[in-house]
């Protein structure tokens, strides 16, 4: 089993920024990729961002060139690097891990208002 613990989340205005981490715990020697998704009220949750072991990460269109996936794997983290955050953007982050299941942090809510 894998634990994720999600921070970072909170509130800013639009053009700010924002640093999620995610630290992995447990059964952490066999996991793969991690990553972000997001779901913001009334819609399904849907990819940020991911990122292989070996650090090739992989955006949705939307967030391409605003965010910045990253990974420490001596440290079982994965880190969110938000900027010129937009309202659309407002939403619970979860954080993602996969070995030969799939394992969700907590999530933790990002909110973009003035």
């Known amino acids: 089993q894998v634990q994720l613990v999600e921070s970072g989340g909170g509130l800013v205005q639009p053009g700010g920024s924002l640093r999620l981490s995610c630290a992995a715990s447990?059964?952490?020697?066999?996991?793969?990729?991690m990553g972000w998704y997001r779901q913001a009220p009334g819609k399904e949750r849907e990819l940020v961002a991911v990122?292989?072991?070996?650090?090739?990460?992989n955006y949705a269109n939307s967030v391409k060139g605003r965010f910045t996936i990253s990974r420490n794997n001596a440290k079982n983290q994965v880190y969110l690097q938000m900027n010129s955050l937009k309202p659309e953007d407002t939403a619970v982050y979860y954080c993602?891990?996969?070995?030969?299941?799939?394992?969700w942090g907590q999530g933790t809510q990002v909110t973009v208002s003035s």
């Open positions: 990122i292989t072991r070996g650090g090739s990460p």
């Open positions: 993602n891990a996969k070995d030969a299941n799939d394992y």
């Open positions: 447990g059964s952490v020697f066999s996991l793969n990729g």
